[in-house]
């Protein structure tokens, strides 16, 4: 007789969860075929059978836990069956018959309300956990890879490219903390597949969170027949019909690409096509100087890559404090990044292997040329194909109109994410999920965007929270500014990672601090300290007196709050 037992699927693993048995007691097994699935925090695993035999014992059950090593089934000759006992009926099976997959009724016996949402993204995974937490059956119905943009062609590749670039960089300039690295290279075949295994490990880990909730997910594409009942149409082939006492749209987001001559050509791309790239350009012109654009615009850059920039506007990231995009731009620029603001682009032609760019610019036209276009002017909702106006939904423009609930205009009916935020995010779209999946649950959230931190993942990092020196002013605040360089920070130097700067906007009145913008190392992970700071309304003494660990570059936010009262520590003191 042969033992299965839980393999260990990682250093730190101590425990994990049998997700799946594809085999019953009785059932012949063949070695090398799979016998169940095995989840963990983060991923799933296929355990297949040592050796053939007859299935005679599951030990752990579907939905149980246990310890790594710890036996989970036995196989033997079929001799000695130990009958099934006690197991669970899956409550959230999708029933097939030759007319109908659908779910029941939408009050079940247990009397639990039932929730379907549309989209497994940011916002739609973490609604269908959250309402799943406080009783609620969910049903969660996604058409494509589980983890939404985010996870798949956004947030995460585009940080582990990053991520790279900025190891790269580390690396060539080593000499400056005493590491010789000599002829440091990228290998972009080896850095596209670390991308695709980070991606499927997080995808594997969303599965594992729906499966340990008991979240029903449904593969297709959702359109409402009314308020309450959705047809899917499904992957797989042939539809369903899924009931619900509430539904939560999540169907974020996808690029803009204006009607400009040339940008449907082949190789012009947004940034989707930009993350599978079968290798690093020598040169792209990116149109848009938003935050998708400086991102690459760093990324490419770090690699050596010509960069040219045309933005419309006067300036780049126009919604962050100027001084501290004045930073970044200086940062770029140096690394041979060239910008054109106050400009558009009017077309694109193919040129050879590459393209032209005709632009206009406030000096008068002028051609571009590059290897890549990068289309990257924004992002719009999606919400077509949905039957939205099957149930009388209110928009505005493109996106769905929702109040502080996030309830749309049709009662029961939610939507959360970039198809209704104003500010299109993901850790923006997690917590309006939070808070549609709450109000529906009969709890009272409402949706604060006051205190959301925005972040830049370029070199040199930025990230801010509240208001800007000029948004204070212009809402009639009296404000005093405290500045705190990183190279004044010990940890900064240290890592020789020293441009940027911290930035408090503080009401005068009050003392209570009304923005923290941030350029420097570490921004991005800092700003969480700036946004407690605003949501507790906290004033510049009480962060001041909240001690820091030494060394860190969290060091500069005290000092930076110091400098409000022209007290830093760390700064000569001014004549």
């Not at 593969?219 to 309450?228: D, E, L, N």
Request: include cysteine.
């Amino acid at each position: 007789m042969a033992v299965v037992t839980m393999p260990k699927l990682g250093l730190t693993m101590n425990e994990g969860t049998v997700s799946e048995w594809r085999k019953k007691v009785g059932d012949p097994v063949e070695k090398g075929e799979i016998l169940l699935i095995v989840a963990t925090d983060k991923l799933t695993f296929e355990v297949e059978a040592g050796e053939s035999g007859i299935l005679s014992e599951i030990i752990v059950k579907q939905g149980e836990s246990a310890v790594v090593s710890a036996p989970l089934a036995r196989i033997g000759d079929g001799q000695d069956l130990v009958p099934e006992s006690g197991a669970k009926p899956d409550s959230h099976a999708v029933e097939k018959d030759s007319d109908q997959h659908g779910l029941p009724e939408a009050a079940s016996s247990a009397g639990r309300k039932r929730v379907a949402v549309i989209g497994g993204g940011p916002g739609g995974y973490v609604a269908a956990i959250r309402a799943a937490q406080l009783g609620a059956e969910v049903t969660l119905i996604e058409k494509n890879a589980l983890g939404g943009v985010c996870l798949n062609v956004g947030c995460i590749p585009t940080k582990v490219l990053l991520h790279t670039a900025e190891a790269y960089t580390l690396a060539k300039e080593g000499a400056a903390i005493g590491l010789k690295a000599e002829n440091v290279s990228v290998d972009w075949d080896e850095l596209m597949a670390r991308k695709r295994a980070v991606v499927d490990t997080l995808v594997a880990g969303v599965g594992t969170l729906m499966n340990s909730n008991g979240i029903t997910v449904v593969s297709g594409t959702a359109s409402f027949i009314s308020p309450g009942e959705l047809s899917v149409a499904l992957n797989e082939g042939g539809t369903t019909t899924v009931r619900a006492d509430s539904v939560i749209i999540s169907t974020g987001s996808e690029p803009v690409v204006p009607p400009i001559p040339g940008f449907e050509l082949e190789g012009v791309m947004t940034s989707t096509e930009a993350l599978s790239l079968e290798k690093i350009p020598e040169s792209v012109v990116l149109v848009g100087g938003g935050v998708i654009g400086m991102e690459f615009a760093s990324l490419f850059s770090s690699f050596g890559v010509k960069v040219t920039v045309v933005e419309m506007l006067p300036g780049i990231l126009p919604m962050l404090d100027g001084e501290i995009v004045g930073i970044l731009r200086g940062v770029l620029e140096r690394k041979g990044v060239v910008f054109h603001t106050s400009s558009k682009v009017t077309g694109v032609e193919k040129k050879g292997t590459g393209f032209s760019v005709s632009v206009e610019t406030p000096r008068g036209a002028m051609m571009l040329e590059a290897e890549k276009v990068l289309v990257s002017v924004g992002r719009k909702p999606v919400t077509n194909g949905v039957g939205l106006e099957k149930i009388g939904l209110a928009m505005e423009r493109s996106r769905i109109k929702t109040d502080k609930k996030m309830e749309t205009s049709v009662k029961g009916v939610y939507a959360v994410g970039d198809c209704t935020s104003p500010i299109m995010l993901a850790h923006v779209a997690s917590r309006e999920g939070e808070v549609a999946a709450e109000n529906i649950m009969g709890h009272k959230t409402e949706m604060d965007y006051k205190t959301v931190p925005n972040a830049v993942y370029t070199a040199p990092e930025i990230a801010s929270v509240g208001l800007t020196e000029k948004e204070a002013a212009e809402k009639g605040f009296r404000v005093k500014i405290g500045r705190f360089p990183f190279m004044a920070n010990g940890k900064s130097l240290i890592m020789n990672d020293t441009d940027g700067l911290v930035k408090y906007v503080v009401d005068e009145k009050y003392d209570e601090i009304l923005g923290v913008h941030i350029i420097g190392p570490r921004a991005t992970d800092l700003i969480v300290e700036g946004a407690l700071a605003l949501r507790l309304e906290a004033t510049v003494d009480e962060l001041v007196t909240t001690v820091h660990a030494h060394p860190t570059v969290g060091e500069a936010l005290l000092e930076g709050a110091l400098a409000v009262r022209g007290q830093s520590i760390s700064m000569p003191k001014k004549a």
